[in-house]
């Protein structure tokens, strides 16, 4: 089980890396978008913090994963976004769904694996 946390732990952190420096660096093109998806991602560019706040949450996490730290925060910090991931591929661009799913059922287990970490969370007192 260790070796398959490390695993997951180490691609998520390393896809989450690429894809924050590669938005604030503008390292790759962007694709190009059509359809729903286009007018959803035009929506997002309007916001204007949108965007970077969810990549500054992607570098953050990213860095947590790789390096090792800060593992229960950041899974919960990660968690909005890994959902809205899916589920924009999923109604929009279900293309890149098996992608979108394995960020996401990425992050549950890494949730799953430091379970100990979050009952605090689910005391009712």
Known sequence: MKIAT???R????????YTSVSYFFHLAPEPATTGE??????????????????KAIELLCG??????KYMTLANLMIFPVTL???LINYFLTPDNLPIA???????????FTH??????LF???
């Open 123 to 125: 005391k009712a007192e």
């Open 115 to 120: 379970w100990e970490n979050y009952k605090g």
């Open 101 to 111: 799913i394995f960020v996401f059922v990425g992050n549950i287990f890494l949730i």
């Open 84 to 86: 809205n991931i899916l």
């Open 10 to 17: 180490t691609m998520l952190g390393l896809l989450f890396l």
């Open 63 to 68: 860095l947590s994963f790789v390096t090792g």
């Open 37 to 54: 998806f286009k007018a959803f991602q035009v929506g997002l560019v309007a916001s204007t913090y949108l965007l970077p706040l969810a």
């Open 6 to 8: 490390l695993i997951i």
